[in-house]
């Protein structure tokens, strides 16, 4: 039976700005790029990762867009990462509120949504 999620991939359009935009404000780090042949509308693939979370950007040669999906982090510090975030013009799609709670452990946490430099949302909870 499956065990977990590998990684999360969507399409960017400037590979370097994606990484860059991971790594200051979410303290992702790439760790591998590379070439996918046979596939001349991908130029490269990059792999970040952040603990056991791994994120796979694919860059397209032509436009691809992102919709439909988000994925979320888990914050040890809602409060400071958001206005940190905030503060430095990352765009806030939903303001911060309380959900309701899926297990007693996420009683009383917080959940916001940002945008990312190629429309995809990034949630985080805490």
């Not at 990352?90 to 916001?112: A, L, M, N, S, Y």
């Amino acid at each position: 039976m499956f065990k977990r999620i590998d990684h999360v991939a969507f399409a960017v359009k400037d590979r370097q700005k994606s990484i860059d935009f991971y790594e200051k404000y979410f303290g992702f780090r790439k760790y591998f790029e590379h070439d996918v042949p046979g596939m001349p509308e991908i130029e490269k693939v990059v792999y970040l990762q952040l603990g056991d979370t791994v994120l796979e950007f694919e860059h397209w040669t032509k436009e691809k867009k992102n919709s439909g999906f988000h994925f979320c982090l888990v914050s040890n510090d809602f409060d400071a990462d958001y206005q940190r975030l905030k503060n430095a013009g990352v765009p806030v799609v939903t303001e911060p509120h309380i959900p309701t709670p899926r297990v007693p452990q996420e009683i009383g946490w917080k959940r916001v949504i940002f945008k990312g430099p190629d429309g995809e949302l990034i949630e985080f909870r805490g």
